[in-house]
């Protein structure tokens, strides 16, 4: 397809599954910054452990740039579930 589109895949991956995470912890957490911050360091944190194994795994490794696209994903989706909140009902 393209150069890099790995790092794509990445964000839409991390995207998706901090608006999971989102919708989960809303339950649990209150107030609603509250719950943003911890998808997003749950994210960030899950992408990094992830990373970290894949250094382990033959013909797989750990970059900082797939990190990077990890938690791009994850503040994209937040920001833009938390822009839609925002808006008036």
């Known amino acids: 397809m ?3 589109q790995d790092k794509l895949f990445h964000l839409i991956a991390y995207g998706v599954l901090a608006l999971l995470t989102i919708n989960t912890l809303k339950y649990y957490l209150k107030p609603h910054k509250l719950v943003v911050s911890c998808s997003f360091v749950f994210c960030a944190l899950y992408g ?3 990373e970290w194994h894949q250094s382990f795994v033959a013909g797989r490794e750990a ?5 990077l ?3 791009s994903g994850a503040l994209l989706a937040l920001s833009a579930y938390r822009k839609i909140q925002r808006r008036p009902r």
Request: glycine share 0%; charged share 20%.
């Open 69 to 71: 696209a990890d938690c």
């Open 63 to 67: 970059s900082a740039l797939d990190w």
């Open 48 to 50: 990094l452990s992830d």
């Open 2 to 4: 393209f150069p890099q």
